[in-house]
């Protein structure tokens, strides 16, 4: 199976906001936090274009290399994800990031700011799969039920195509030839245009 | 005494260069660990019991069920 991959079709998009609240109704997440959002570009200008967007997990993540306690890790899928107990919620990553995928819970007269939360591929975390802890910190775990993302399958006008990247890029490109037009697919060159760094062979590192 | 400062001065370069490594972002998947973190394989749970295959199946009939030339006949 090849990586699993986000995209979004701007000539569908609606602005419905349906998977933000798909999102927001699966894995209960709190107020303030925003895991898919919708944005629209040239909003009330006719022929706009919506797109949602959350974390794409990029092939080459920038989170990844910026976090100082190195707290995200990548799948074997390549769902990019992060261990809340390990986070320290600095903002390295929100500052990295193309898309502004990670979310800070705010609270109190100080701004306390909390560990960071970002969209999981609907992947949970490094708890448990299925238990009370997972869903609690990274929500429902619906990749391990075997299914997709609850955004892109609530989805009513296909505008958001989540999982594996060959099929959806199949659905896309035949979607194209039979319209004839918007062939540009909004941040896939962003995450998914650099190859995942191979590993270096460092002399006497530990295999 | 110049040596011994020329010595000290490269070695401080060559520590603080250390610094500027990046990490690889390469998945490694070990024994219910991604690069330290714990983690299980999505098909390594009660429902699909290891089978990756029958995973690997439910996916898949999810994915092409987004494409609704296919699912809607005559399209």
């Not at chain 1, 261990?83 to 193309?98: M, V």
């Not at chain 1, 929500?139 to 990247?165: F, S, V």
């Amino acid at each position: 199976m090849a990586r699993m991959k986000f995209l979004a079709d701007a000539e569908r998009c609606i602005e419905c906001n349906g998977c933000v609240t798909a999102c927001k109704q699966e894995h209960e997440v709190p107020w303030g936090v925003n895991r898919r959002r919708v944005v629209t570009l040239n909003d009330g200008v006719p022929g706009e274009k919506s797109i949602s967007v959350a974390c794409m997990h990029c092939s080459d993540a920038p989170c990844m290399a910026v976090c100082p306690v190195d707290c995200f890790y990548k799948t074997s899928e390549g769902v990019v994800l992060h261990d809340k107990d390990l986070c320290i919620g600095c903002g390295y990553c929100f500052y990295a990031c193309p898309f502004g995928a990670p979310q800070f819970p705010q609270d109190g007269a100080f701004g306390l700011r909390g560990k960071m939360d970002k969209c999981t591929f609907c992947a949970g975390g490094p708890e448990a799969d299925f238990s009370a802890a997972e869903f609690r910190k990274y929500g429902r775990n619906r990749l391990a039920e075997g299914k997709l993302p609850a955004c892109a399958e609530m989805c009513a006008t296909k505008a958001l195509l989540g999982g594996d990247a060959d099929v959806i890029a199949d659905i896309y490109r035949d979607r194209v030839l039979k319209r004839g037009k918007g062939s540009e697919i909004w941040g896939w060159g962003t995450a998914y245009g650099k190859p995942e760094k191979l590993p270096t062979a460092r002399p006497g590192a530990k295999s | 005494m110049r040596k011994a400062l020329l010595i000290a001065a490269a070695v401080a370069v060559a520590w603080v260069a250390a610094g500027c490594g990046e990490k690889a972002t390469v998945t490694v998947y070990k024994q219910g660990q991604y690069q330290g973190k714990p983690d299980k394989q999505p098909w390594d749970n009660d429902q699909f019991k290891g089978d990756k295959v029958a995973w690997e199946k439910a996916v898949k009939a999810r994915n092409l069920g987004q494409n609704e030339y296919v699912r809607i006949s005559g399209g």
